[in-house]
C-alpha cells in the first residue's frame, strides 16, 4: 500500500501532537515544518517548469510566424505594398511581445531569491 506525502506528513503531526514527550514532539513538528517546505518548493519548481516551457513554446510560434509571413512576401504570396507600415507594425510587434516574455521569465521565474 502506497502512502502519499501528505498522508505521511498529516500522520507525523497526528502522533507529534499525542505525544507527551515534549522534546519528541517538537522534533517531529520540525520534521513536519520541513517536509512541508519541502513539497512546497518541488511544487514552486514544477510550476516554473510548467511556465518555462509554455513561454518557450510561445516565441517559437511567434518567431515560425514572421518566418512565414516573410518568406510568403518575398515570394510574393502576400502583397502589402498599399499597406507598407503593416509588416513593421507586425515585426515590432511580435519583436516586443518576445522581450516581454523574456523579461517575465528573467524577472519572475527565475529570481536568484
Do not use: H, P
Request: aromatic residues 10%.
Amino acid at each position: 500500500m502506497s502512502v502519499t506525502r501528505e498522508e505521511a506528513l498529516d500522520a507525523i503531526v497526528k502522533a507529534s501532537e499525542a505525544d507527551d514527550d515534549e522534546g519528541k514532539s517538537g522534533e517531529l513538528l520540525g520534521a513536519a515544518s520541513q517536509a512541508v517546505e519541502i513539497i512546497g518548493r518541488r511544487k514552486y519548481f514544477d510550476l516554473r517548469d510548467t511556465w518555462s516551457k509554455c513561454i518557450i513554446g510561445w516565441i517559437t510560434v511567434l518567431i515560425a510566424f514572421n518566418s512565414i509571413v516573410t518568406v510568403a512576401v518575398g515570394l510574393g504570396c502576400l502583397d502589402y505594398s498599399q499597406y507598407e507600415g503593416f509588416i513593421t507594425v507586425v515585426f515590432l510587434q511580435t519583436f516586443l511581445q518576445i522581450v516581454g516574455l523574456g523579461a517575465v521569465a528573467v524577472r519572475y521565474l527565475f529570481k536568484s531569491n
